[in-house]
Each structure stands twice: as structure tokens, then as C-alpha cells.
């Protein structure tokens, strides 16, 4: 009865992991997105089983060992990158050759009989063992090259053996019995599926008479084995106890620099496009007065008056050259309120209608007195010092176009822009943000 309860508690056990066999991937997060893993795996393998160990040492139970074919296989489940916990299964023979006296020789020597042996057939055994991955052994590949691994856990198994001395033969029957499977091993991986499994694995089972021959200790076997590991899951997907994350990062890193190459590329060139279209568009080619990007009527005359946009003015108002120019203060108010009511479109050089009536005072200033007049304008440090110079120069230019196209002198008009260069307060701060983002106007 015990043994059948025993059994029926491995059989359940074993069924209880592989249950999960197509459940979701476990998924894990990367530097750009969600990375999927696939985490389950079966394995066959094939060996050879012998009744002789790593730690026999002097003393065995039988001299001679005899190697004879062992087939198994898993199912497992990865847990971590580094561990992993699988339902195995193992079949075969273990054989062994003249049995060991109980009594040793007169030196402290073994004593082994001749002509003897046993052979002990598993029927069948299953076990779920810890799988432990020592290292990922890949810097440049995500897949792992060489995965060295330690196990071990327990299991249960049915077995028979026969033994013999001379022609008496001794048939024990199938007796169940605990074991304790431990191994070591490295696994290859062969594609992003498939591995290559490379194992030695010690089984230490909970009976003197696994082997027929009883001397008081309980017996081992080992099984050296070569077998393949096949993925479940999307193929696209790599294995979690293959992947190398320092692999994974290097190609990553390798992708962001060359994305942050091509963009800093491309800000190059439109900088030096937009530098060139600058120097074009703010010069003047026909030594009017008028930017070309204002100028309507390119290729004036030298010396000929010109309107805001450039073309000549028909009509031209009589030049009264004064010996000695006068601002009064009423002409300072009419400038102060032309500047306190500008206004220009958000980061462009338009000027928006609030400002025409100011500015057309200003104009009539300019005309009736005969004024020179000079435009600065200034930004405040927000961006680059190109943009705002930028600025500045267009807004000035600007205001002169719009006083020229209301009759003002365009040689009697300087525009001129210092972008953030001249500060009147502090750009530290909103307010003195503002005071600094100006167009000055000096009479003279």
C-alpha cells in the first residue's frame, strides 16, 4: 500500500509541472521594448549506464563494470536565466562483474569472486531535478554558446535485478525504490531552438540491493549521456537560459549610436542649409537698403530711393538736409509708444496690426522732420545664439520695411539685430526674459 501511495504522489508531481507546458512566455523588459522569452523546452538524450562512480574509490561492490545503452528524456520549465526546474525520466540496464567479498584479503585488500555478476533492469523512474546554469557563456551573441550546469532533486523508480554465482542465478523481482539524481553538464547551443546536452549524472538510490549484493551501504549508478533540447513557443523568440543580456545591450547600444549618428547628420546639414539661406536672404545685392528677403524690385540702381520692399519710389518727397537735427520730447513720446505697443507674431518676424498705428506716427516723424533713425533688435538666451540673432535681425528689418512703405527714407533707416548680446536684465527669470526681448528705437 505505501509503495502505491509513493507512486501515485511522483506521478502527480510530474504531471503538476508539465501541466503548464503551453502556458504564456515569461516576458521581461529591454532597453527599447517588451523582450518575450520562451521558457519551456523537451529533451532526449542517450548514453551509457554503469554501476561504477566518481566515488567508489578502492572498495566496490563488484570489480568490474559494464557499460550498456541508457535512454531518457525532460520536460522543463526556466524559471531565471540561471535556473530551471524539469520532470525527467531515465530507462536501461546497469551490469556489473564479479561480486566483492565480504571479508578482505590478510593486507586490507579487496577480495572479489569469480565467475559472479548481477544485471538490474529499470523498468522505468522519473524525477524533477533543479536545474543550475553556472554561466551564459556568450559577450557578442544573444544566443549562448557554451552553458556549463550543475542538478540535481529526487525521484522514483522500479527496477529488477538478477544476479549470478557460477550457474545459480538469483532473481529478486521488480522492488521501487527513492533516488537522488545529481549531474553535471554543459549544453551548446546549436540554433536560437536547439541545444546541444552534454551530461554526466550520478543517481544515489535509497537501497543496499539496487545491485543485488548487500554490504551494508546503499548503491549508485551513473549515466553519461549526449542528447538535444528542443524549444517550445515562438521561434522568433529566444530561450531565457540562452540569452545574454550583455549581448542584447551591446547590440542595442550599438543601434542607439547609429540613430543618434544619422540625426545629428541631419541636423548638420539643415543648420549649414539653413546658414546659407540666412546669408542670401539678409543680404543685399543691389545696395538698396532693402534685405533681398524683402526685396520685391531686385537690381535698383545704386543711389535710387526705395519703398519697404524695395522698388522705387515714383513720387519722392523733397530731402530738407538740416544743420542740426532736434528731438523734442514730444518726438520721444511718439517713439515710446511705437516700441511699448510692438508686437510680432510667436518666434516669427511678422508684425502684427496692434502695431501699425504706433508705427505709422513714427513714419510721419521720420518724414516730416527728416529723422534718422536706428533699429536694434535683442532676444533673450532661449536657443541657440544663431536662432536669436536670427531673430533679432529679421524683426528689425521688419519694422524698417513697414516705416519705409509708409514714406520713410530707407538710406535714413538702420536695422541692425544683437540677438541675445545686449541683456537688460536678467534671463534668469520670465520677467526679465520679457525686458530683454525688444526692438529699440534711437532718433538722431
Known amino acids: 500500500m505505501n509503495s502505491k501511495i509513493t507512486k501515485s504522489t511522483m506521478l502527480v508531481a510530474l504531471l503538476g509541472l508539465s501541466s503548464q507546458l503551453f502556458a504564456q512566455e515569461t516576458p521581461t523588459t529591454s532597453r527599447f521594448s517588451n ?17 561504477r562512480t566518481l566515488f567508489d574509490g578502492k572498495y566496490r561492490d563488484f570489480q568490474t563494470a559494464k557499460e550498456n545503452i541508457g535512454y531518457g528524456g525532460y520536460i522543463k520549465k526556466q524559471i531565471l536565466p540561471s535556473l530551471g526546474i524539469q520532470a525527467e525520466f531515465l530507462a536501461g ?16 585488500n579487496p577480495q572479489y569472486l569469480t565467475n559472479s555478476g548481477f544485471k538490474t533492469n529499470i523498468e522505468w523512474s522519473g524525477a524533477v531535478t533543479a536545474v543550475y546554469n553556472i554561466a551564459n557563456i556568450s559577450i557578442n551573441r544573444e544566443n549562448a554558446i557554451l552553458i556549463p550546469y550543475v542538478k540535481a532533486g529526487g525521484g522514483y523508480m522500479s527496477s529488477g535485478a538478477t544476479s549470478y554465482v557460477g550457474d545459480v542465478t538469483n532473481n529478486q523481482g521488480y522492488q521501487k525504490n527513492w533516488f537522488i539524481p545529481t549531474g553535471i553538464g554543459f549544453k551548446v547551443g546549436v540554433t536560437k531552438g536547439i541545444n546541444l546536452d552534454l551530461g554526466y549524472d550520478v543517481n544515489f538510490v535509497k537501497s543496499a540491493k539496487f545491485n543485488t549484493h548487500d554490504l551494508g551501504t546503499n548503491d549508485r549508478f551513473t549515466y553519461a549521456h549526449a542528447g538535444l533540447e528542443f524549444a517550445l513557443g515562438n521561434k522568433e523568440k529566444p530561450q531565457l537560459q540562452n540569452y545574454s543580456s550583455l549581448a542584447n545591450l551591446n547590440k542595442q547600444t550599438a543601434a542607439e549610436s547609429s540613430e543618434l549618428r544619422r540625426a545629428l547628420s541631419t541636423v548638420e546639414q539643415n543648420a549649414q542649409r539653413d546658414r546659407e539661406q540666412y546669408a542670401k536672404d539678409m543680404g543685399d545685392e543691389d545696395n ?70 504706433t508705427l505709422n506716427r513714427v513714419a510721419a516723424l521720420l518724414v516730416e522732420k527728416n529723422f534718422s ?3 536694434a533688435g535683442h532676444t533673450d538666451n532661449t536657443g541657440s545664439r544663431e536662432t536669436n540673432l536670427r531673430l533679432s535681425k529679421d524683426r528689425a528689418e521688419s519694422v524698417k520695411a513697414y516705416l519705409v512703405s509708409q514714406g520713410a527714407n530707407a538710406s535714413r533707416i538702420e536695422a541692425t539685430g544683437y540677438g541675445p548680446d545686449q541683456p537688460i536684465a536678467s534671463n534668469k527669470t520670465a520677467a526679465g526674459r520679457q525686458q530683454n526681448r525688444r526692438v529699440e528705437f534711437t532718433l538722431y
Open 35 to 51: 523582450q518575450g522569452f520562451r521558457t519551456w523546452s523537451v529533451g532526449v538524450h542517450g548514453g551509457a549506464l554503469t554501476p
Open 93 to 108: 540496464k546497469v551490469e556489473g562483474l564479479r561480486a566483492r567479498l565480504a571479508d578482505d584479503d590478510a593486507n586490507g
Open 288 to 357: 538698396d537698403g532693402v534685405a533681398n528677403k524683402f526685396d520685391k524690385c531686385p537690381d535698383t540702381k545704386s543711389g535710387t530711393v526705395v519703398d519697404g520692399a524695395g522698388c522705387p519710389i515714383k513720387v519722392q518727397r523733397e530731402i530738407v538736409k538740416e544743420t542740426k537735427v532736434v528731438v523734442s520730447e514730444a518726438d520721444r513720446k511718439i517713439v515710446k509708444d511705437a516700441i511699448s505697443n510692438l508686437e510680432f507674431d510667436l518666434g516669427k518676424s511678422t508684425l502684427r496690426p496692434k502695431s501699425y498705428e
Open 373 to 375: 533713425l536706428k533699429l
